[in-house]
Structure formats: C-alpha cells, structure tokens
T-cell receptor, first 117, second 114 residues
Framework: GPKVLQIPSHQIIDMGQMVTLNCDPV?????FYWYKQILGQQMEFLVN????????KSKLFKDQFSVERPDGSYFTLKIQPTALEDSAVYFC???????????????FGSGTRLTVL | GEQVEQRPPHLSVREGDSAVITCTYT??????FFWYKQEPGASLQLLMK?????EINEGQGFTVLLNKKDKRLSLNLTAAHPGDSAAYFC?????????????FGAGTRLAVCP
C-alpha cells in the first residue's frame, strides 16, 4: 500500500537546540499532518497542511513549532528551541483529500522518536 | 471535543484464542471509525475503515462491531496467531471538523503466545 517515510527514526538532542523532523509523504497526496504521541498516551493531532499553508493546528502546536514543504520535497516539522516536554514520538501522515466528510484515510509513517535531554 | 477511550491497554492471549479491543467515544456526530495496526518499528497500517451506518464489518480474521447507541467500537480478532502481535489503535473522525482530524485511542498492545 501507500508508504509514508519518516527520517530519522530516532533523534536525541539537547534542550534548547533546534530539530527538524522529515517526512516523505505518499507521492500524489495533497494534505499533510503531524501527530504527537507521548509514551503510553494516545496520539494527538498537531497540525495539518495544504497548498503551502497551515490549515488547522491544535493547542499542542506551540509557537516554537513550524511546518513547511519547500518545493514539494520533504514535509518538515521544525522545533526551535526544543524543550524537555517535546520528547515524544512524532508521526507524519498524508491523505489525498481533505476529508471534510470525515471519510478520508490517512496514511501514517512509522514515527520519529525524539528525545530532548 | 471528541474523547476516545480504548481498553485494555495490554492484552495477552494464546494462539487460537479470540482477542477483543474496545473503544468508546463521546461525539455523537462521529461518522467514520478506523482501526490501525502497528508492528514494532513499522508504520500504522490501516486495518479497516467503518462508516457509521454499518454495524458489523468483517475483515480477514477479524470483525469490527459498531454500537452507535452506546458509542462503542470493538475489534474482535478471531483465532489470533503470533503475527497478530502488535499495537492496535482505534481512531474516530468527526464531521464537525473542516479537515480530517482523527482522535485516537491510547492503543492496545496485543501479545499472542504460541
């Protein structure tokens, strides 16, 4: 089936540093998402992105977070500066349509485990 | 907003036994329901997408039951085998959002012992 690739699978950084998480979405998909999962808890929506713009974000999407997809390359999540509470697994997803009816299927990557020391 | 509770967080069964994972949700406007399977180190794999008008949905080796009155969704694995060992997540999509925003359960780690 369609594959979403996330690079790297693990990242360890010191608090205050910048980190960029990369996502290679399904090639013909137009909508992109980031979800955050703290260990033992459920995955929570961070942001969705379409046509170069953030369409919707949750309260978890702090000012230190930003997303972009320059020139159709990787869809990235940047955190600058990082904080201890940013330690989590970040999942990228993509979909073909917006799913305004709720029916759209999201295809997920395998996640990037971020550890902030 | 929507809240989804998934039980149990961990489940261990013997090969050939059935395994049942249940999610309850709060938003009566929820229309689409998803079950994902995640093996260690792998991406979430869509098992089934369920529309609210269908109460019983059968897949390969499993059944998804939807009880709209009780706002409960369950995944029943019949005759589990070791390859079913994975984390399972339910997700609920509400039509009140303008874009697809899933609310996930916390997951169930299933271990199937030979």
């Amino acid at each position: 089936g369609p594959k979403v690739l996330q690079i790297p699978s693990h990242q360890i950084i010191d608090m205050g540093q910048m980190v960029t998480l990369n996502c290679d979405p399904v090639s013909n998909h137009l909508y992109f998402y980031w979800y955050k999962q703290i260990l033992g808890q459920q995955m929570e929506f961070l942001v969705n992105f379409y046509n170069g713009k953030v369409m919707e974000k949750s309260k978890l999407f702090k000012d230190q977070f930003s997303v972009e997809r320059p020139d159709g390359s990787y869809f990235t999540l940047k955190i600058q500066p990082t904080a201890l509470e940013d330690s989590a697994v970040y999942f990228c997803a993509s979909s073909l349509g917006s799913g305004a009816s709720g029916a759209e299927t999201l295809y997920f990557g395998s996640g990037t485990r971020l550890t902030v020391l | 907003g929507e809240q989804v509770e998934q039980r149990p967080p961990h489940l261990s069964v013997r090969e050939g036994d059935s395994a049942v994972i249940t999610c309850t949700y709060t938003d009566p406007n929820s229309y689409y329901f998803f079950w994902y399977k995640q093996e260690p180190g792998a991406s979430l794999q869509l098992l089934m997408k369920v529309f609210s008008s269908t109460e019983i949905n059968e897949g390969q080796g499993f059944t998804v039951l939807l009880n709209k009155k009780d706002k409960r969704l369950s995944l029943n694995l019949t005759a589990a085998h070791p390859g079913d060992s994975a984390a399972y997540f339910c997700a609920v999509s509400s039509i009140s959002g303008s874009f697809n925003k899933l609310t996930f359960g916390a997951g169930t780690r299933l271990a199937v012992c030979p």
